[in-house]
């Protein structure tokens, strides 16, 4: 096994990487900005280097001088987190380069599932369902209301190198559809360097649902289970859970056996996550593979009992999976709230500064510990006294709890949303807590309609109930 790993990441992710070496009796190696020097993850590590100023291009995405620290430290491998460079195709190949274990999916995998058109023809070919659409670059903003005529209204208009909402458009006619090609490929062009764009038909009512697999270099993938994201805001996951509520034992058996045939068609190794896009009938269709930890992996360690960290962290060192497809249990019900440094009363507008005061709820689940479960787990990287940045996401902490079942885990969620105090910024803890509290039918709602149009309206009413708020929120 490795006896020491550099996390290439920051905050609450680096923190939870580093308490599963830490079990693991695995040294770690911090990595770190200027304003990130009295970060917490910084004095939970056993090392920490220093990167550079704070904007995170000439810090967290500087390639050179992430493997310049492994190096001078002696670490053996790199754990990247999620978003900086953890689906960087060319940062995994220059760790396999230069002798340093790459603690995710080998450079092939990422590139094969990076681009979204090449992603979906692949998926054709594993026989994965695919959405109908033209799934080729389109020239011109004619050619995009052709091909949208030709798939049927409404479409979705969607940048090849997009992500986290932007590039993406629904038409529901011609003018939509015409203006939307234009205006999808100048933001995907601003904001990717690449703009590239496809047209896919729109599911409506749809759900988000993930299915989290696990590869080996052996050749061995398994799938555990799913998580329904479908409460978004601006695309942007707020409340995640698993199981999902919505989809029936033989709906998640076939999305789990088409994830897995997926990963095995890109030789994946480590752990991943297959995205798909349900219909009211059940109906399902390939999105993306995240080929990377998501930020929502505690519900599937929660439910299933297994720690992802230690999974990815076994197989980089070639190690072959522990657990066979018929070892995946589903234990009870977990759901997860991303706590941010927003204000959801000037429309989520970001909150900097400093933490005068930061309490969670008391724990009795925690980050790396899969065993003790049925109760509370907070993953954060900011503690009293820290500091928010303006340079990075807006992320304080992960709430997660876990219940015997769905009705319990959401009177855990509430209790726990209350054992909150964060003074000196602004948080969006009074979002979940009316998605919790005042809106309780909503979540029934999610397990009857499924309608995500209507539970964004629902959802958007948080605004008019402004003051009634309890004096304790």
């Known amino acids: 096994m490795f006896t020491k790993i550099l996390i290439a990441n920051r905050g609450e992710i680096a923190c939870r990487v580093i308490a599963t070496a830490k079990k693991m009796g695995i040294a770690t190696v911090a990595v770190y900005s200027e304003a990130d020097k009295e970060a917490r993850h910084v004095m939970l590590a056993d090392e920490a280097v220093l990167l550079g100023p ?22 053996q491998a790199i754990h990247p987190g999620y978003g900086f460079l953890s689906e960087n195709e060319a940062f995994a190949k220059r760790c396999e380069d230069e002798g340093i274990a790459f603690i995710g999916p080998r450079h092939f995998s990422i590139a094969a599932m990076g681009d979204k058109i090449a992603s979906k023809k692949l998926a054709n070919e594993a026989k994965v369902n695919t959405i109908p659409g033209y799934n080729d670059a389109i020239d011109t903003a004619e050619q995009a209301v052709d091909i949208a005529k030709g798939i049927g209204y409404p479409v979705m208009i969607k940048a090849s190198a997009g992500g986290g909402g932007k590039g993406l458009r629904v038409a529901f006619n011609d003018k939509e559809a015409f203006e939307g090609f234009t205006s999808c490929r100048n933001e995907a062009r601003n904001s990717f360097g690449d703009d590239r764009v496809f047209i896919e038909k729109f599911v409506e009512e749809p759900r988000h649902i993930e299915i989290q697999v696990l590869g080996d270099s052996h050749g061995n993938v398994i799938y555990l289970n799913e998580r329904e994201c479908s409460i978004q805001r601006r695309h942007q996951k707020v409340i995640e859970e698993a199981p999902s509520p919505f989809i029936s034992d033989a709906t998640r058996k076939a999305m789990g056996e088409q994830a897995v045939a997926l990963a095995k068609a890109v030789k994946y190794q480590s752990a991943g996550t297959v995205e798909f896009v349900v219909g009211k009938d059940q109906s399902f269709y390939f999105l993306e593979m995240n080929t990377r930890l998501q930020v929502e992996h505690p519900v599937t360690e929660a439910i299933t009992g297994i720690d992802l960290v230690e999974m ?75 500091e928010i940045p303006m340079f990075y996401d807006s992320m304080i902490a992960k709430l997660i709890v876990h219940g015997t079942d769905r009705n319990d885990a959401i009177a855990k969620m509430r209790e726990a949303l209350n054992g909150f105090v964060i003074r000196g910024i602004s948080s969006n803890i009074p979002f979940p807590k009316r998605l919790c509290w005042h809106t309780p039918n909503l979540f029934r709602a999610i397990s009857t309609q499924a309608s995500l149009l209507k539970i964004m309206r629902t959802v958007s009413a948080l605004r008019m109930y402004r003051t009634t708020i309890p004096i304790s929120w």
């Open 312 to 386: 990815m962290i076994r197989v980089a060192h070639g190690e072959k999976l522990p657990i066979t497809q018929a070892d995946v249990k589903r234990n009870g019900w977990a759901i997860e709230c991303r706590i941010n440094a927003e204000d959801p009363f000037r429309n989520f507008l970001p909150s900097t500064g400093r933490l005068v005061r930061f309490q969670t709820p008391v724990q009795t689940m925690f980050q790396s510990n899969t065993q003790d479960l049925l109760g509370v787990r907070v993953d954060t990287g900011v503690q009293d006294g820290g």
């Open 54 to 75: 704070a904007p995170s291009r000439e810090s967290y995405l500087v390639a050179d001088k992430i493997i310049a620290a492994a190096k001078s430290t002696g670490a």
